[in-house]
């Protein structure tokens, strides 16, 4: 199994830009998370799905972040205009979920840098 | 509002030597914890899964300890080896699915 896949692992862009971030859950998981992580925050849940709904955005900092999961294969995290405090790495992971509580699967982040 | 704490943030000790990683939560209801570890400018590497239901996990040299009643879990790292450095975090499962995260121990072993 390849694991979570996150692209693109680095993305620099200037105050104002849109960001979009993506990933693929591991085949047949069909929960999603994205996380951001920062020195002074640590981890963070920003949005989970489940079966492609999204079931608990209060973690998303504020309107300029949206997520969107069109399909079980593939999620989007946008953020829109960028601000050089959205500077973090952001995690997607996946579970089973369904059948329960179950282990989560991190992907290799996205570094990004905002000037 | 589930606070997790890890403490030390920071070990360094000689290889071959066992030790512990301390974890405390606010909130004793949760579900289930799991401990990962971070290299540095790497993903989350997934260790183990404690069950609420259950008091320890062992997974190799990673033995994982979870005691729901006075919020503290453990992991103990036995014989360390220097590729056993890297950050190891805890999370609780709040409600079915959320995970809330430590801050972390950097823990490096020494050759």
């Known amino acids: 199994d390849a694991g979570v896949i996150q692209s693109p692992r680095h993305e620099v862009t200037e105050m104002g830009q849109e960001v979009t971030l993506r990933c693929k859950p591991i085949?047949?998981?069909?929960?999603l998370f994205w996380y951001r992580q920062t020195m002074m925050r640590g981890l963070e849940l920003l949005i989970y799905?489940?079966?492609?709904?999204?079931?608990?955005d209060s973690g998303m900092p504020e309107d300029r972040f949206s997520a969107k999961m069109p399909n079980a294969s593939f999620s989007t995290l946008k953020i829109q205009p960028s601000e050089p405090r959205d500077s973090a790495v952001y995690f997607c992971?996946?579970?089973?979920?369904?059948?329960?509580?179950?282990?989560?699967?991190f992907g290799p982040g996205t570094r990004l840098t905002v000037l | 509002k589930q606070e997790v704490t890890q403490i030390p943030a920071a070990l360094s000790v000689p290889e071959g030597e066992n030790l512990v990683l301390n974890c405390s939560f606010t909130?004793?209801?949760?579900?289930?914890l799991q401990w990962f570890r971070q290299d540095p400018g790497k993903g989350l590497t997934s260790l183990l899964l404690?069950?609420?239901?259950?008091r320890e996990q062992t997974s190799g040299r990673l033995n994982a300890s979870l005691d729901k009643s006075s919020g503290r879990s453990t992991l103990y790292i036995a014989a360390s080896q220097p590729g056993d450095s890297a950050t190891y975090l805890c999370?609780?499962?709040?409600?079915?699915?959320?995970?809330?995260f430590g801050q972390g121990t950097r823990l490096t072993i020494n050759p």
């Open positions: 992971a996946s579970s089973l979920g369904t059948s329960g509580i179950t282990e989560q699967f």
């Open positions: 085949s047949g998981h069909n929960s």
């Open positions: 799905f489940n079966n492609n709904v999204p079931i608990d």
């Open positions: 909130d004793s209801a949760i579900y289930n």
């Open positions: 404690i069950q609420s239901s259950q």
């Open positions: 999370a609780v499962f709040q409600g079915a699915q959320k995970l809330v």
